[in-house]
């Protein structure tokens, strides 16, 4: 039948976003796609058209499933602890896998290729998902009054040390290093009692 895909959609975008994420964006190309997947260039020129589709519904596809895992991570009972399940879950994503695979929306926007504006688009809306979530979360909490900033300002700075963290980690790879900067941010943010 005309039209019909003749393989696993949700097969060969998972082995998609692999690849992508171990290559980054810039250094993937459709023939590597195809070989990855095993799926014929045609058949994913046909289906998607270019990189750039299937890149935006593998990165549709890592966000949701990103931002999730993270909100599940604010549900502790105190705003540190939170902050504290957030960074374990930030810096467990980048160091995950041998050799450690970083960190997909940063290594997407630093690469070496200017991506399209849908798919800095895409970026920007996971940060401000990032960035929402953990300003509401600050905000909501009874320790607000402990912070030194504002709710928004913290979570500004918390997504920007991330991004930074992501730097440090493919330059050092030492997960302990990471964790050390985190609690150095996290001591930082809340007010000496």
């Given at each position: 039948?005309?039209?019909t ?12 976003l ?18 990855e997947t ?5 058949s ?16 549709s ?9 993270m909100?599940a ?7 540190r ?9 930030a810096i467990?994503?980048m160091?995950t896998?041998?050799p450690?695979?970083?960190?997909l ?7 070496t290729e200017a991506?399209d ?8 809306a ?12 600050i905000?909501?909490a ?9 709710p ?15 730097v ?9 290093r ?16």
């Open positions: 039948m005309a039209g895909r003749q393989f696993n959609e949700q097969e060969m975008l998972d082995k998609a692999k690849l992508f994420w171990a290559k980054g964006y810039s250094d993937t190309t459709m023939k590597d796609i195809a070989e095993g799926v014929q260039r045609g994913l020129y046909n289906a998607y058209g270019d990189k750039d589709v299937i890149f935006l519904r593998v990165f596809l890592y966000r949701a499933k990103y931002v999730e895992q909100l991570t604010l549900q502790a009972p105190t705003l602890g939170a902050l504290e399940s957030f960074f374990d879950f467990n994503s160091t896998g041998t450690t695979r970083g960190c929306s940063t290594k997407t926007i630093v690469g991506p504006q849908a798919i800095k688009a895409q970026v920007k996971l940060l401000d998902d990032i960035e929402t979530a953990l300003s509401e979360r905000s909501r009874d320790e607000q009054d402990n912070l030194a900033l504002d928004i300002a913290a979570a500004q700075l918390i997504v920007t040390l991330t991004r930074g963290l992501v440090i980690e493919r330059t050092y790879q030492d997960k302990q990471l964790q050390n900067v985190a609690h150095s941010l996290l001591s930082t943010l809340f007010k000496a009692e």
